[in-house]
């Protein structure tokens, strides 16, 4: 499985952005998908999860109501649609997948095994 994200960008405190993360090597309406960040000098942590078929989305509390994850299976790229920035959102971004089963909940690095390169989101 390769992810690629793109959408990355310097934008002003209170824009927005839409990451994309396209999947390939593996039908993605059969991956378990999330996003998830690393600012600087800090743990990466889970950002939104979705369920395979989009039905289901999690978000981290910092970013409710403010992302939107979202899935195309039929072109197998997952979305992170991103309102209402703040500095704190600040970081390197990262598309995760898994083949096996993850409880999109929990959004936890270590259960996931397929990692993006990462798209840079600067909020100032």
């Known amino acids: 499985v390769q992810l690629v994200e793109s959408g990355g960008d310097s934008v002003q405190a209170g824009g927005s952005l839409k990451l994309a993360c396209v999947a390939s090597?593996?039908?993605?309406?059969?991956?378990?998908m999330a996003w998830f960040r690393q600012a600087p000098g800090k743990e990466r942590e889970g950002v939104a999860g979705i369920a395979r078929g989009g039905g289901s989305t999690y978000y981290a509390d910092s970013v409710k109501g403010r992302f939107t994850i979202s899935r195309d299976n039929a072109k197998d790229t997952l979305y992170l649609q991103m309102n209402s920035l703040k500095p704190e959102d600040t970081g390197m971004y990262y598309c995760?997948?898994?083949?096996?089963?993850?409880?999109?909940?929990?959004?936890?690095?270590?259960?996931?095994?397929?990692w993006g390169q990462g798209t840079q989101v600067t909020v100032s």
């Open positions: 995760a997948a898994n083949t096996r089963w993850v409880c999109p909940r929990t959004l936890r690095p270590n259960e996931y095994n397929y």
């Open positions: 090597g593996f039908p993605g309406n059969n991956l378990y």
